[in-house]
């Protein structure tokens, strides 16, 4: 069974402060991906990772995969508070259908 | 559309009755997923659909449960005799199947036994 696991559940942080979100997985992929998800809202694409070593970055979101490790982090720089969301990372393979496979999700809440 | 379409946005129903719910993938995705999430928190993966092969239905908590896919395209989610611990957001997303690809999301369907 594919299993991810992301820690922390809950993160509460200052504005202007950095963090990081870790996402491990428990099998082979190369193939990662994280959402956003507002309160009382659907999920959003943020990341599509697909290598090892795949680092992305939007705003001040930076995404990373590494394969070997079966991790993938999601760095906080400078915290807003319209960050203030839940992350979820996912992962599929083929070996599994390439069915997507999510972690609990992230909430994070960001003070100002 | 340019989205995932899902409908009803909102359902109240009585407990015991049955409800469908109805998800229209972006157009031309192959891989159509179902997944329940209840107040507060994650994602609860129901059943995959890709392609033409046999959807994987490990997710389905009971057998009042079940879903179909007609024509590789439109899916309905049916859930029969509903219990108050059915109440949930329904959420449903669509993939163009290929490796790699990311699951686009819609807008659920927030469902209310009574």
């Known amino acids: 069974e594919l299993k991810v696991e992301q820690n922390p559940l809950f993160l509460s942080m200052q504005e202007g402060k950095n963090y990081t979100i870790y996402c491990n997985y428990s099998t082979t992929s190369d193939r990662l991906y994280w959402y956003r998800q507002d309160p009382g809202k659907s999920l959003e694409s943020l990341f599509v990772l697909l290598s090892n070593g795949a680092v992305k970055q939007e705003g001040r979101l930076m995404a990373s995969l590494d394969t070997k490790a079966r991790l993938s982090t999601l760095h906080i720089t400078a915290a807003v508070h319209d960050l203030s969301a839940t992350y979820f990372c996912?992962?599929?393979?083929?070996?599994?259908?390439?069915?997507?496979?999510f972690g609990a999700g992230t909430i994070l809440r960001v003070k100002s | 559309g340019a989205g995932v379409s899902q409908s009803p946005s909102n359902k109240v129903t009585e407990k015991g009755k049955d409800v469908e719910l109805r998800c229209d993938p972006i157009?031309?995705?192959?891989?159509l997923y179902w997944y329940r999430q209840s107040l507060g928190q994650g994602l609860e993966f129901l059943i995959y659909f890709q392609g033409n092969s046999a959807p994987d239905k490990s997710g389905l908590p009971s057998d009042r449960f079940s879903a179909e896919r007609t024509g590789g395209s439109v899916s309905t989610l049916t859930i029969q005799r509903t219990q108050q611990e059915d109440s949930a957001v329904y959420l449903c997303a669509s993939s163009p199947g290929r490796e790699g690809s990311e699951a686009f999301f819609g807008q659920g369907t927030r469902l209310t036994v009574v």
């Open positions: 157009s031309g995705h192959t891989a």
């Open positions: 996912a992962v599929n393979t083929m070996e599994y259908g390439n069915k997507l496979v």
